[in-house]
């Protein structure tokens, strides 16, 4: 029998390699917040929270996780690479971690997100900002 952290894991990983939103939402508590490297207060709600990682599903590359570390029975952390469009044209690798916290049934009830380089993490502050149809500096929001 698997436990509610490992079915999450194999759920999210799904959800994120066929691009489905709506599996990641449907694994989403209501009141979720999520916390991104780009945006300086947290997403709070399933319903912006979603939207955030449509962005994100369109602003990464193919998304690669490499490792994953389970605290049983609430805490996961997925290790992730990735790729992003900077300014000039050019794709730039992205490294990061996905920190989940969950709750009693598997749902996540909280994400933070962090990357590295900072060329990266610029490049998709600046994507996300297109693709949401923002304008101004990653903390505006």
Do not use: C
Not at 108 to 118: A, G, H, N, Q
């Amino acid at each position: 029998m698997t436990s509610p952290a490992h079915d999450f894991v194999d759920r999210w990983k799904a959800s994120v390699a066929d691009r489905n939103v709506d599996g990641l939402e449907s694994i989403v508590t209501g009141d979720v917040v999520f916390r991104s490297p780009v945006v300086h207060a947290p997403t709070v709600g399933r319903g912006p929270t979603t939207l955030l990682l449509a962005a994100v599903l369109e602003v990464l590359g193919e998304l690669e996780y490499t490792h994953v570390y389970v605290e049983e029975p609430h805490g996961v952390t997925l290790q992730f690479v990735a790729s992003v469009q900077a300014d000039d044209g050019r794709r730039l690798d992205v490294e990061g971690v996905d920190v989940f916290g969950l709750d009693h049934e598997g749902r996540v009830e909280s994400l933070t997100v962090m990357l590295r380089p900072l060329s990266a993490v610029q490049a998709v502050g600046a994507r996300m900002r297109e693709q949401l149809g923002l304008q101004g500096s990653p903390g505006t929001s």
